[in-house]
């Protein structure tokens, strides 16, 4: 298995400590797999201990023999319950009233109050999360390369879809066959998502009017899927001619995740839903001129709005009424919805290397979701986009 290079993770704990150094901050405790796997480039059952000035620790509850054997860029010590954990702390030089960083967005409440217990228990703990969240909307040449490689085997996987599209085959049959092929061209089978209770599974393979289904998901598109338990994405309704059948999947090389959507459909489509794409071309082509480093999100968020009442469709622009999600676009990387968001609130200005999935779609009633997506890099220029399957809707003769 490919590794992370050491200076990647190097400078990213670098940047870590300075960061914990300017908010007043003597330890960053990490626990959480993606942050993990960010400045170790590992994942484990433990934490990894960064003082603002030293070297850092991965104390590791388990496993003991795949460290031993892969290697750690960070010295090991093992510990088996929050007594250890506290003493191995102690031994770092941690002082009695040392300022203590955990990542509280994530943290279990159980965990934080044990933590703070038995390990923390004079300390001051302040909330670390947006200080990592912040550092990893920012993408290295590395971290860009792997969302490049996730990206072509996406168009890859969806290679396959024209060939298999037929009337009568059920929504959870192209879901498969579409997973089964990302899976043989490497994709780790797991995108993680940060968000409590946001889940997802490869993502949504929807036509006609189940596109306009909305999930417990805070995503624009839902879908009933195939139980209660796990009420989005595909479901056992067969495509039909005549509807929109989107593709809107994930797809993750060595923890980086790309989000795309393409639409298809099976011998037409109405005028309707022509005209809807039409728009969301014409919302393309104004985000990527115009998301370029210094652009505040909310404000462009504010204009592609205003682009779409000027064409009259905003009642049916990112959901219906009360389902309506209030974002077009959100960052992508380790996590499936990273910073920055394309949003009316969003604080921070728009940088080179940025990464963001960017998704007008419309829900038009009886007829289903007309929209797509592309994930893309900011530069100096406007939009670099990283997913690289044909533009367009794709109607297959039948």
């Known amino acids: 298995m490919e590794k992370v290079p050491v200076p990647e993770i190097e400078a990213r704990v670098a940047h870590l400590q300075r960061q914990l150094e300017k908010h007043n901050l003597d330890l960053a405790l990490i626990g959480q797999n993606t942050d993990l796997f960010y400045y170790t480039g590992t994942v484990v059952d433990g934490f990894l201990a960064v003082p603002a000035q030293g070297q850092p620790q991965l104390l590791v509850r388990r496993p003991r023999q795949r460290l031993a054997t892969e290697g750690s860029v960070?010295?090991?010590?093992?510990?088996?319950?929050?007594?250890?954990?506290?003493?191995?702390?102690?031994?770092?030089?941690?002082?009695?009233?040392?300022?203590?960083?955990?990542?509280?967005?994530?943290?279990?409440?159980?965990l934080y109050l044990k933590l703070g217990q038995q390990v923390f228990p004079s300390h001051p703990i302040k909330d670390l999360s947006t200080i990592i969240r912040c550092q990893r909307m920012v993408k290295s040449a590395y971290e860009i390369e792997q969302l490049r490689r996730a990206a072509a085997i996406l168009d890859q996987a969806l290679e396959v879809v024209v060939?298999?599209?037929?009337?009568?085959?059920?929504?959870?049959?192209?879901?498969?066959?579409?997973?089964?092929?990302?899976?043989?061209?490497?994709?780790?089978g797991q995108a993680r998502i940060r968000r409590w209770n946001l889940e997802l599974f490869f993502g949504h393979v929807l036509s006609g009017t189940s596109g306009l289904k909305a999930a417990y998901t805070d995503t624009p598109s839902g879908g009933s899927g195939v139980s209660l338990a796990f009420p989005q994405g595909a479901s056992s309704k067969p495509l039909v001619p005549g509807e929109p059948i989107s593709i809107d999947f994930l797809a993750c090389v060595n923890g980086y995740i790309v989000d795309q959507t393409r639409m298809y459909a099976l011998g037409w489509l109405p005028d309707e839903a022509w005209e809807a794409f039409a728009v969301v071309e014409d919302l393309y082509r104004m985000f990527a001129v115009e998301a370029r480093p210094g652009v505040m999100p909310g404000d462009?968020?504010?204009?592609?709005?205003?682009?779409?009442?000027?064409?009259?469709?905003?009642?049916y622009f990112m959901g219906i009424g009360r389902e309506r999600v209030r974002f077009i676009g959100h960052g992508v990387g380790l996590e499936a919805d990273e910073f920055p968001l394309l949003s009316a609130h969003f604080p921070h200005a728009l940088e080179t290397d940025m990464v963001m999935a960017f998704e007008p779609k419309f829900f038009l009633p009886e007829i289903g979701m007309i929209g797509q997506e592309d994930t893309g890099r900011i530069t100096p220029h406007g939009i670099e986009w990283l997913t690289i399957t044909p533009p367009g809707i794709l109607v297959k003769p039948i």
């Open 300 to 315: 462009l968020y504010h204009r592609l709005c205003e682009a779409v009442q000027a064409q009259g469709r905003q009642d």
């Open 163 to 188: 060939d298999l599209l037929r009337p009568g085959m059920t929504e959870l049959e192209l879901d498969a066959a579409v997973i089964y092929h990302l899976r043989r061209l490497g994709d780790q």
């Open 74 to 110: 960070w010295p090991v010590k093992h510990f088996k319950n929050f007594k250890d954990l506290r003493q191995l702390l102690e031994k770092l030089g941690l002082p009695r009233q040392a300022r203590v960083g955990l990542e509280l967005d994530v943290l279990p409440a159980a």
